[in-house]
């Protein structure tokens, strides 16, 4: 298969599915406009970018551990940025393991894409509470789950002690969700962290001490 950025552009059209839930737990979706006004991958052209740079990044940079590098991705929803991730470390030993508390939102071509992807064994798709998984050594973070204060908080805690390499968080800066941009903001002050970029709303994180 291909595995450029630009074979994602299908990603940045409205879902074909329509979404499975007429309601979802306070703070996992609560976008500033509705869900069938979103593209498939649910972020920006620009924002998409950046997280395939990054990801693509963990297989040509980072050290590979005796697991290989892994890339835990918080909050899938209708699966594009799933697809992003496995494109980005295609032809790689980096596993992705995407958790989301919803079950059965995946669009159907991105359900379809990963089902049938040649690579399918690196993508570890599950269904399950990430505030209370269990810890895996992660070569990077990706979080757009919870976007309230305590919901952001507890999943960036329960992982950073794990984490050697870049956090990626959705939604900072977005008036509302403003848990997300104000335990940043807190996180960084304290020392905990820094500002390597941010484009729009997707800031990339360097890990400067454990919690």
Not at 87 to 106: E, F
Not at 110 to 126: F, M, S, V
Request: glycine share 8%.
């Amino acid at each position: 298969m291909n595995a450029d950025f630009v074979d994602l552009l299908w990603l940045f059209a409205p879902p074909k599915t329509p979404p499975a839930h007429s309601f979802l737990p306070i703070g996992i979706m609560t976008w500033n406009k509705s869900s069938t006004e979103k593209n498939i991958i649910g972020i920006e052209l620009q924002e998409a970018g950046l997280l395939y740079k990054y990801a693509k990044q963990q297989w040509k940079k980072i050290p590979k551990t005796n697991e290989g590098n892994i890339i835990l991705e918080i909050g899938r929803y209708w699966g594009g940025s799933t697809v992003l991730l496995a494109t980005a470390t295609h032809n790689s030993d980096v596993k992705i393991v995407s958790v989301d508390v919803v079950d059965g939102c995946l669009d159907s071509d991105t359900g379809n894409w990963l089902n049938n992807y040649e690579e399918k064994e690196r993508i570890d798709i599950r269904v399950s509470n990430s505030q209370t998984m269990e810890n895996l050594p992660l070569s990077m973070l990706f979080v757009d789950g919870d976007h309230t204060y305590d919901g952001f908080k507890k999943d960036i805690l329960h992982h950073w002690n794990y984490l050697n390499g870049p956090c990626l968080c959705h939604d900072y800066g977005n008036p509302f969700m403003p848990g997300v941009t104000t335990f940043v903001n807190e996180f960084v002050k304290d020392g905990y962290a820094e500002i390597i970029e941010c484009i729009n709303s997707l800031i990339v994180l360097r890990k400067l001490k454990d919690v």
